[in-house]
C-alpha cells in the first residue's frame, strides 16, 4: 500500500485537487445555508426580545396608570370621608344645640307658671370622682342671688337642694342623696309623709296605716317645709312596705336627677 502512494503520488495528488474543486460549491452552499439559518435564529430571537419588552413595557405602563388611579381613588376617599365626619360632627352639634334650645325653652315657660323669683344654671360638675356621690356643680353663686337650701328643679322633677355656695358657683345635693329628705304628699289621695333619698331612688317614710297610697301613685311635694314649691313632681310609688307600725313607700325618680343639664333655682 506504501509503495502505491509512493509511485502514483502525482496522480492522487490531481484526483485530490479535482475533488477539492467540486466540494468547493458545497462547502459554500452549507455556510451559506448555516448562515441563513443563524440570521432567522436570531431575527426570531430579537424578535421575541422585542415582544416581550413591548410586553412589558405596556403592563408596567398599564399598572403604573392603574396604581396612580388607585392612589387618586385613595385620596378623593380620604376627602370624602373627612367631609362627611365634619358633616356628622356639625350635624351632631346642630342637635345638641336644638336640644338645648328645647330644655331651656321648656324651663322658660316653667319658670314663668311660678310667683316668686327663679335663676337658671348649667350644670358644670356632675362626676362622683369630682363632685362625690349625691352632689352636682352649677355655674351660679351668690352673685346670682343664690343661697343655701334654695330648691333647684327642672321643668320634670325636684332635682334637690343648694348645700353650699360662692360667688360664682353652688353645690347641690341632689334629692337622691341620704341626707336629702322633703315634705311630700300622695297626688292622688293627698296622704302625707316625708321623703328622703335613698341612692338611685326614694323613701317615702311615716305614711300612717290608714293614709290611702297604692303602687303607682304620684308623689308630688307639698309645700309646706318651706324647701320646694307646692306641687313639684318627685317620683312614682314601686313598692309599699309596713315599717314599725307605719307604711312606706319606694319612690322611683321620674328622671336621674345626677343627669340633668340645666336647672332652676327657686330664690328664698
Do not use: C
Amino acid at each position: 500500500m506504501k509503495k502505491f502512494f509512493s509511485k502514483n503520488q502525482l496522480f492522487l495528488s490531481f484526483i485530490l485537487i479535482i475533488a477539492l474543486i467540486h466540494l468547493l460549491p458545497v462547502t459554500f452552499d452549507l455556510a451559506k445555508r448555516e448562515n441563513n439559518y443563524t440570521t432567522k435564529l436570531m431575527l426570531s430571537i430579537n424578535y421575541g426580545s422585542g415582544a416581550f419588552a413591548n410586553y412589558v413595557k405596556d403592563g408596567a405602563r398599564y399598572y403604573w396608570n392603574h396604581y396612580i388611579d388607585l392612589v387618586d381613588t385613595s385620596v378623593e376617599n380620604s376627602r370624602l370621608k373627612a367631609q362627611l365626619q365634619q358633616m356628622e360632627a356639625q350635624e351632631l352639634m346642630l342637635t345638641e344645640i336644638r336640644l338645648e334650645n328645647e330644655r331651656l325653652r321648656s324651663l322658660l315657660n316653667y319658670r314663668n307658671s311660678f310667683e316668686g323669683k327663679m335663676v337658671g344654671a348649667k350644670v358644670i360638675g356632675s362626676s362622683p370622682s369630682l363632685v362625690g356621690h349625691g352632689f352636682l356643680i352649677i355655674d351660679k353663686g351668690s352673685s346670682s342671688g343664690i343661697s343655701e337650701g334654695s330648691p333647684v328643679l327642672n321643668n320634670v322633677s325636684a332635682i334637690g337642694t343648694v348645700h353650699s355656695v360662692s360667688e360664682k358657683t353652688s353645690m347641690v345635693m341632689l334629692m337622691t342623696n341620704p341626707s336629702s329628705v322633703a315634705d311630700a304628699i300622695v297626688q292622688r289621695s293627698r296622704a302625707r309623709g316625708i321623703v328622703a333619698g335613698a341612692g338611685n331612688h326614694y323613701v317615702m317614710n311615716y305614711i300612717e296605716q290608714e293614709d290611702d297610697i297604692v303602687v303607682g301613685d304620684k308623689i308630688i311635694s307639698s309645700g309646706k317645709d318651706n324647701v320646694f314649691p307646692k306641687n313639684i313632681v318627685i317620683g312614682t310609688v314601686t313598692r309599699i312596705e309596713p315599717d314599725r307600725g307605719l307604711k312606706k313607700a319606694i319612690i322611683k325618680p321620674v328622671i336621674d336627677v345626677s343627669r340633668v343639664e340645666e336647672v332652676l333655682i327657686h330664690l328664698n
